[in-house]
Structure formats: structure tokens, C-alpha cells
């Protein structure tokens, strides 16, 4: 009779480690791996498809993972998590998610190390390594003021990196612009991001962007990384100029709270939602400038 309410049990374990990698969020990762591979190569393949799939769930798993497992105390005192905005994982789980995150990841790096050159491979250990140095104890990027947005953006911007080198990409200007917009979007995201958290990251005594400089700095500094994302696409051979639209609909969400205080920061999380949908929209927009960049 105990053998049937086991599964349920393992169903539901099984959905905690998935939602620890934040679904919502997977298409961030894997789409710019896609792109720079694709936009390079112009055919489909196996290794875009496994680098693909690596870059959608396992590599999510690690990232959101291992920072919900040793980040437990700090989001227990944390109103945002248990939802599409971090899973809560009770201790038990901490074990087997860290394990599914190895025994998911394994696999695919040791795939893209084999069909890859020295280039991809020494970005994929950047980008691992980013990864695991975010959340991992002793390491803590995550605690290092701007080092912690610096990091944030690696997540995003290296598996681009990692797709155009595996494709064998040569280095361009603008393929340079792009990076380097695309990597002070993923700051400006991540410093935004943390102004909701000022309060419950001071109580856990946290070092973040946010809790170094405070919510208004913060907010004021995001603010100027999306210009300057949008201005570096400017710069950029045609279709490129168009993503400098990109940047509008994140200024507008973010410029109201230019002046929070500090003990205002949480109500930020309702901009903070609205960039998780906005991402949806500015990647439809990024993929309808690659098809013009495709066929152009």
C-alpha cells in the first residue's frame, strides 16, 4: 500500500528540481547560443540542437540550482521566492538538486568539448565557471558588489560566445558591438533586479550592487547601462540600429522608481515582473531583426 503514494512523492520532488531552474527564464540562455550559431553556420545541425537543449534546461539547472540551494537562508526572508521567481527548496532537496544539476550538465559539456576547438571550449569553462562561482560558497560572486552584475551577465552573453565560436565565427566589429550591448543589458538587468531585494539581502548580510550603492544608484545605474546598450546598436551595420529599440520598453519600465528609497525597494518587484514578460517581447523583436540579418 506504500509503494503508490511513493510516486507522487518523486513527482513532485522531480518538480521542484525543474522549477529550481526557472522554465521561465530558459529561453534566455539557449536562444543567444541558437543565434550566434546559427547566424554563423546558416544550417542547422546536431551540435546546435544538443547546444541548444544544453543551454535551455541543464545549464538553467546549474545556474538557478545551486544559487536556490545555498541561498536557502537568505530566501526563506524572502516574500519573492516560491514561485516563477525562484523555487524554495526544502533542505532535503538541496542534496539531489545539486547532484541532477552535475549528472544533467556532464554530459553536454563533455559533447561541446569534444566537437568544439580551443576557443568555444575555454568560453564554455568561462561560462561554467560563472556559473558555479555566482552562487558556490567561498567564491560568492554573488556577494561582490558589481562583480555580482558582471557575473549575472556572463550567464547570458557566453553561451552567445560560446555558439559563434563553435560555429567557427571570425571577429568583427559589429559582432564585437552586439557582444558588448548584450553584455551591459544583462548588467543593467541584474543590478535592476537586485533593488527589489535591498531589504531582505542587507538582513542576510549580502553585498550586492543594490545594497552597496542603494536602490536609487542602482536603478539610476541600470538605467544608463540600457542607454548605452542601445547606443552601441546604433553603431552597428543595418539591420543592427534596429535593437536600439530594444532598450526603450526596459527604460520606460525602469525610469518611475529613479528616486526610490531604499525602504521603498521592494515595490520595485512590480516593474521586475514586468521585465520577466518583457523579455518575451524584446526576444520576439531580436528574432524578426536576425531573420533580416538573415536574409539580408
Same mark, same amino acid.
Given at each position: 500500500?506504500?509503494? /503508490?503514494?511513493?510516486?507522487?512523492? *518523486? #513527482?513532485?520532488?522531480?518538480?521542484?528540481?525543474?522549477?529550481?531552474?526557472?522554465?521561465?527564464?530558459?529561453?534566455?540562455?539557449?536562444?543567444?547560443?541558437?543565434?550566434?550559431?546559427?547566424?554563423?553556420?546558416? &544550417?542547422?545541425?546536431? %551540435?546546435?540542437?544538443?547546444?541548444?537543449?544544453?543551454?535551455?534546461?541543464?545549464?538553467? $539547472?546549474?545556474?538557478?540550482?545551486?544559487?536556490? +540551494?545555498?541561498?536557502y537562508a537568505s530566501d526563506l526572508a524572502n516574500p519573492r521566492k516560491g514561485g516563477i521567481e525562484g523555487a524554495l527548496l526544502a533542505p532535503r532537496m538541496h542534496r539531489p538538486t545539486l547532484w541532477a544539476a552535475a549528472v544533467s550538465?556532464? /554530459?553536454?559539456?563533455?559533447?561541446?568539448? +569534444?566537437?568544439?576547438?580551443?576557443?568555444?571550449?575555454?568560453?564554455?569553462?568561462?561560462?561554467?565557471?560563472?556559473?558555479?562561482?555566482?552562487?558556490?560558497?567561498? *567564491?560568492?560572486?554573488? &556577494?561582490?558588489?558589481?562583480?555580482?552584475?558582471? %557575473?549575472?551577465?556572463?550567464?547570458?552573453?557566453? /553561451?552567445?560566445?560560446?555558439?559563434?565560436? $563553435?560555429?567557427?565565427?571570425?571577429?568583427?566589429?559589429?559582432?564585437?558591438?552586439? $557582444?558588448?550591448?548584450?553584455?551591459?543589458?544583462?548588467?543593467?538587468?541584474?543590478?535592476?533586479?537586485?533593488?527589489?531585494?535591498?531589504g531582505p539581502d542587507r538582513e542576510a548580510g549580502i553585498g550586492s550592487v543594490a545594497t552597496v550603492i542603494g536602490a536609487a544608484a542602482t536603478v539610476r545605474l541600470s538605467l544608463g547601462l540600457w542607454a548605452l546598450a542601445g547606443i552601441?546598436?546604433? *553603431? %552597428?551595420?543595418?539591420?543592427?540600429?534596429?535593437?536600439?529599440?530594444?532598450? *526603450?520598453?526596459?527604460?520606460?519600465?525602469?525610469? /518611475?522608481?529613479?528616486? +526610490?528609497?531604499?525602504?521603498?525597494?521592494?515595490?520595485?518587484?512590480?516593474?521586475?515582473?514586468?521585465?520577466?514578460?518583457?523579455?518575451?517581447? #524584446?526576444?520576439?523583436?531580436?528574432?524578426?531583426?536576425?531573420?533580416?540579418?538573415?536574409?539580408?
Amino acid at each position: 500500500m506504500t509503494a /503508490p503514494a511513493a510516486r507522487p512523492s *518523486l #513527482a513532485r520532488d522531480l518538480g521542484q528540481i525543474l522549477l529550481s531552474s526557472r522554465p521561465i527564464s530558459w529561453i534566455n540562455t539557449a536562444f543567444p547560443f541558437a543565434a550566434g550559431y546559427l547566424l554563423t553556420t546558416r &544550417e542547422l545541425d546536431l %551540435t546546435v540542437v544538443i547546444g541548444f537543449v544544453y543551454f535551455l534546461i541543464p545549464y538553467n $539547472l546549474a545556474m538557478y540550482g545551486i544559487n536556490d +540551494v545555498f541561498d536557502y537562508a537568505s530566501d526563506l526572508a524572502n516574500p519573492r521566492k516560491g514561485g516563477i521567481e525562484g523555487a524554495l527548496l526544502a533542505p532535503r532537496m538541496h542534496r539531489p538538486t545539486l547532484w541532477a544539476a552535475a549528472v544533467s550538465n556532464i /554530459p553536454f559539456l563533455v559533447y561541446l568539448v +569534444v566537437v568544439g576547438n580551443a576557443a568555444s571550449t575555454a568560453w564554455l569553462a568561462v561560462s561554467v565557471f560563472a556559473v558555479i562561482a555566482y552562487s558556490a560558497p567561498r *567564491l560568492r560572486f554573488k &556577494e561582490r558588489a558589481f562583480l555580482d552584475s558582471v %557575473t549575472s551577465s556572463l550567464h547570458f552573453v557566453t /553561451p552567445a560566445i560560446v555558439g559563434l565560436a $563553435l560555429a567557427g565565427s571570425g571577429v568583427t566589429r559589429d559582432t564585437v558591438l552586439v $557582444l558588448v550591448a548584450f553584455f551591459l543589458w544583462g548588467m543593467a538587468a541584474h543590478a535592476f533586479g537586485a533593488v527589489q531585494d535591498v531589504g531582505p539581502d542587507r538582513e542576510a548580510g549580502i553585498g550586492s550592487v543594490a545594497t552597496v550603492i542603494g536602490a536609487a544608484a542602482t536603478v539610476r545605474l541600470s538605467l544608463g547601462l540600457w542607454a548605452l546598450a542601445g547606443i552601441l546598436m546604433l *553603431l %552597428t551595420a543595418w539591420p543592427g540600429p534596429l535593437g536600439a529599440l530594444l532598450a *526603450l520598453p526596459y527604460l520606460i519600465n525602469a525610469a /518611475p522608481w529613479w528616486r +526610490v528609497s531604499d525602504e521603498d525597494s521592494g515595490a520595485t518587484n512590480r516593474a521586475w515582473r514586468r521585465f520577466i514578460f518583457l523579455n518575451y517581447f #524584446a526576444g520576439f523583436l531580436a528574432t524578426m531583426i536576425l531573420i533580416l540579418a538573415w536574409v539580408s
